[in-house]
Structures are given as structure tokens and as C-alpha cells.
């Protein structure tokens, strides 16, 4: 969860060049957001360069990057949670830390 005091916070994840998810602003309170969300993306060969990237932004006026995490999908162990943590920029709200829970499956 963040701590973070923003307007309208939200996540997206991509997979490569073709895959993408957008989350719904978040829930709760802008002070600690959850998304609490299951992105499904296919992954041919879990041995190629490939990576999950999360990006956190605030929707204001203008979408702000907060920050983002990469996940290289070769880490995953099929059928075990991998958590991960990352720590986005937060400016005067200092550092966010999220919390992801990966699960792998069909491959490995």
C-alpha cells in the first residue's frame, strides 16, 4: 500500500509493446490507495528478455509519473507468489512503496 496524499491515483502494467493494463483510480483514500486488481498478461517463452513494468501516476490535471518498477518475467517461478516492492518517487510526500504479488503459471 502507499502513503501518498494524491489525487486520483492509478497503475498501469505493460508487457511488452502489445500488452497493457489500466487500473481504476484507487480505492479507499488518496492517502493509502489500493487497487486490489488481477492483470492476466500470456508470456510465450518465460526464458526472453521479457519484463513487467508498473507505473504509477497521479491524474490531476496533467497525468504525473510517479515512478515505476520492472519485473524481469525470467524471476517468476511457476505457481509461487513473488512479492515485490517497489519505491516510487513521492516529492514532498517523500517515497511510496507498493507492493505487488506475482503469480506465474503454465510455464517453468
Known sequence: ????????PYVTVHMGDSQRHKTAAALATPEAP??????????DDPVAEQSLVVRMWEDDFDED??????????DLQRGVWRNV????QGGAAGPIRVRLGL???NFG
Open 103 to 105: 503469480f506465474a503459471v
Open 85 to 88: 516492492e517497489a519505491c516510487f
Open 34 to 43: 489500493e487497487w486490489n486488481e488481477t492483470v492476466v498478461f500470456l508470456v
Open 1 to 8: 500500500p502507499a502513503s501518498v496524499g494524491m489525487k486520483e
Open 65 to 74: 509519473r510517479i515512478g515505476k518498477a520492472i519485473v524481469p518475467v525470467g
